[in-house]
Nanobody, 123 residues
Framework: QVQLVESGGGLVQAGGSLRLSCAAS????????MGWFRQPPGNERELVAA????????YVADFVKGRFTISRDNAKNTVYLQMNTLKPEDTAVYYC????????????????WGQGTQVAVSS
């Protein structure tokens, strides 16, 4: 089993930055493709970014492209989401997820999910 724990959320003013971290337990992190999702208040969960297990391939959703970056450090069992130039519409609970595959940009069928971290952006 793999447990994922997100951290780094909080309250920030518009235009600010946050870096989210997702730490994984166990020794299989390097075998997982990882994704970051978010769920804004009253809306469905959406895929924000994804990264292949080796970190070679990345995907960033159009609505955050140019502002958010996904990366990972397999030696530290951690995946990151760097969020710059934050906007009020980025307010959401952010989740990381892992799937036992080399690369995955789907919205479903992840094997592991974290509990989420709240990000609130004030105008």
């Amino acid at each position: 089993q793999v447990q994922l724990v997100e951290s780094g959320g909080g309250l920030v003013q518009a235009g600010g930055s946050l870096r989210l971290s997702c730490a994984a337990s166990g020794r299989t992190f390097s075998r997982l493709a990882m994704g970051w999702f978010r769920q804004p208040p009253g809306n469905e969960r959406e895929l924000v970014a994804a990264i292949s297990r080796a970190g070679v391939n990345t995907y960033v959703a159009d609505f955050v492209k140019g502002r958010f970056t996904i990366s990972r450090d397999n030696a530290k069992n951690t995946v990151y989401l760097q969020m710059n130039t934050l906007k009020p519409e980025d307010t959401a609970v952010y989740y990381c997820a892992g799937r036992a595959s080399a690369w995955y940009t789907g919205r479903n069928e992840y094997d592991y999910w974290g509990q989420g971290t709240q990000v609130a952006v004030s105008s």
